[in-house]
C-alpha cells in the first residue's frame, strides 16, 4: 500500500507541469487527497487538497488560478496540473490521503503519505 507521486521537473516561470499521485495496492475511493510542498529551510505546507467525492477542493492563496486539482475516474489517481509556474513554487512536493479532508487541511493525523517530487522553476 503506497502513494507514488511523479511529474516534477525543472520548468521556466510561466511554465506548466502536471503532478500525478497514485494509489498502489489500493484505491483512493473514499480518501481525501492533498497536495504539500516543503521548499528549503521552510516547513511543509498544504497547497491543495480535494474530498474524496471530488465535490469540494482546496487551494492556498498563493497558487488560487493556477494550479487545479483532480481526480481520475480510475480511482487510483489524482493530479494536479500548474501553470504559470512562479520561482517561489519551487520545492518538493508531495500527496497525501486520508480518509478525513479535515487532516489534511488543518495538519490532522495523515494516513499515508507518498514520496517527493522535486519542481524546479527557473526565473
Known amino acids: 500500500v503506497q502513494l507514488q507521486a511523479s511529474g516534477g521537473g525543472l520548468v521556466q516561470a510561466g511554465g506548466s507541469l502536471r503532478l500525478s499521485c497514485a494509489a498502489s495496492g489500493f484505491t483512493l475511493d473514499y480518501y481525501a487527497v492533498g497536495w504539500f510542498r516543503q521548499a528549503p529551510g521552510k516547513e511543509r505546507e498544504e497547497v491543495s487538497a480535494i474530498t474524496s467525492n471530488g465535490r469540494s477542493t482546496h487551494y492556498i492563496d498563493s497558487v488560487k488560478g493556477r494550479f487545479t486539482i483532480s481526480r481520475d475516474n480510475d480511482k487510483i489517481t489524482v493530479y494536479l496540473q500548474m501553470n504559470n509556474l512562479k520561482p517561489e513554487d519551487t520545492a518538493v512536493y508531495f500527496c497525501?490521503?486520508?480518509?478525513?479532508?479535515?487532516?489534511?487541511?488543518?495538519?490532522?493525523?495523515?494516513?499515508?503519505w507518498g514520496q517527493g517530487t522535486q519542481v524546479t522553476v527557473s526565473s
Open positions: 497525501a490521503a486520508d480518509p478525513y479532508y479535515s487532516d489534511l487541511l488543518y495538519g490532522g493525523p495523515v494516513e499515508l
